[in-house]
């Protein structure tokens, strides 16, 4: 695999902050900063198809059903999502 250096500017404590956590991890600090960008590139990734999630997609077909039932005045649709939740541990 080829490597390209690249320049990025950050303060000297945020430097000295990484530079303990690679010590602390035994490794250097560009492969501390290359894992910790492949994380926040996952966790970016997970989060921009979080609507093709179905856990997700059961929610929403939840909540629609929900709209469409008789409610009353003092139906609170933010508890019945909660109640939903907390009975499916999601």
């Given at each position: 695999?080829?490597?390209?250096?690249?320049?990025?500017?950050?303060?000297?404590?945020f430097l000295n902050e990484i530079d303990e956590v690679a010590k602390?991890?035994?490794?250097?600090?560009?492969?501390?900063?290359?894992?910790?960008?492949?994380?926040?590139?996952?966790?970016k990734k997970s989060h921009t198809t979080r609507g093709q999630n179905?856990?997700?997609?059961?929610?929403?077909?939840?909540?629609?059903?929900?709209?469409?039932?008789?409610?009353?005045?003092?139906?609170?649709?933010?508890?019945?999502?909660?109640?939903?939740?907390?009975?499916?541990?999601?």
């Amino acid at each position: 695999m080829s490597r390209t250096k690249v320049m990025v500017s950050m303060s000297d404590d945020f430097l000295n902050e990484i530079d303990e956590v690679a010590k602390e991890e035994n490794r250097s600090r560009s492969e501390l900063l290359r894992e910790a960008v492949r994380l926040y590139l996952k966790v970016k990734k997970s989060h921009t198809t979080r609507g093709q999630n179905p856990v997700v997609q059961k929610a929403i077909a939840i909540q629609d059903m929900l709209a469409q039932q008789d409610t009353s005045v003092d139906w609170d649709s933010t508890a019945e999502i909660r109640k939903w939740r907390d009975r499916n541990e999601i």
